[in-house]
Nanobody, 114 residues
Framework: QVQLVESGGGLVQPGGSLRLTCVAS????????MNWHRQAPGKERELVAI??????DYTHSVQGRFTIFRDDAKNTVYLQMNSLKPEDTAKYYC?????????WGQGTQVTVSS
C-alpha cells in the first residue's frame, strides 16, 4: 500500500522558514519523481518543486527561496522554505510519479502571517 505522509507545516511570520517532510512507503522511492505541490484557497493546485534523479526545478515564484531535496535511503523528500511570504500560504502536498501512476499525500497546511 502506497503512503505519503507529510509533516512540518504550521504558522510562521513573513521572512521565516519551515521545512516540510514527506515520508513514503509502498513503492520503490528512488525510482520515483518526487514533487511538492500547493493549493491556496480559491486557487488551483500548482507544482512548486520537482526532484528527479539529480535534477531539481522550481516554479518561478519560489526560486531562490525553496529547496527540494531527498534522502533515498530514508524514503523521504523535503522542502526547505526560506524567506516565506504571505502568498506562500497554502496546503502543501507531496506527490510521487512512478510508472505512469500518481500518488498523493494528505497535505500539510502552511500559513505565513504576522
Amino acid at each position: 500500500q502506497v503512503q505519503l505522509v507529510e509533516s512540518g507545516g504550521g504558522l510562521v511570520q513573513p521572512g521565516g522558514s519551515l521545512r516540510l517532510t514527506c515520508v513514503a512507503s509502498g513503492f520503490p522511492f528512488s525510482s520515483a519523481i518526487m514533487n511538492w505541490h500547493r493549493q491556496a484557497p480559491g486557487k488551483e493546485r500548482e507544482l512548486v518543486a520537482i526532484s528527479s534523479d539529480d535534477i531539481t526545478d522550481y516554479t518561478h515564484s519560489v526560486q531562490g527561496r525553496f529547496t527540494i531535496f531527498r534522502d533515498d535511503a530514508k524514503n523521504t523528500v523535503y522542502l526547505q522554505m526560506n524567506s516565506l511570504k504571505p502568498e506562500d500560504t497554502a496546503k502543501y502536498y507531496c506527490h510521487a510519479f512512478l510508472r505512469g501512476r500518481d500518488y498523493w499525500g494528505q497535505g500539510t497546511q502552511v500559513t505565513v502571517s504576522s
